[in-house]
């Protein structure tokens, strides 16, 4: 965990970011000893699409006809 006071957070603000972003926890410290925290925020998953499988799933011709071994019940 790394201390920075905000004099050199303004200074390196942009270096501070990616070392945060990359995993490094960041601590900003003021004069009175108040401090805060700097983390990534983590990406929202992707979102899915309706129809992005289209053309990729394909069924049989005979799909819905009835098993050979399902006969029996079938009478």
């Known amino acids: 965990m790394e201390h920075y006071s905000i004099q050199e957070a303004q ?3 942009p270096k501070l970011i990616a070392e945060a972003r990359h995993g ?3 601590l900003i410290v003021s004069e009175d000893d108040q401090a805060v925290q700097l983390v990534p925020v983590p990406t929202p998953p992707k979102r ?8 990729l799933v394909t069924l049989a011709s005979d799909f ?12």
């Not at 899915?48 to 053309?55: D, L, T």
């Not at 819905?64 to 009478?75: H, N, Q, R, S, T």
């Open 48 to 55: 899915r699409k309706a129809g992005s499988a289209r053309g």
């Open 11 to 13: 200074t390196d603000l």
């Open 24 to 26: 490094k926890t960041i």
């Open 64 to 75: 819905d006809a009835p098993l050979a071994d399902f006969g029996e019940y079938m009478e």
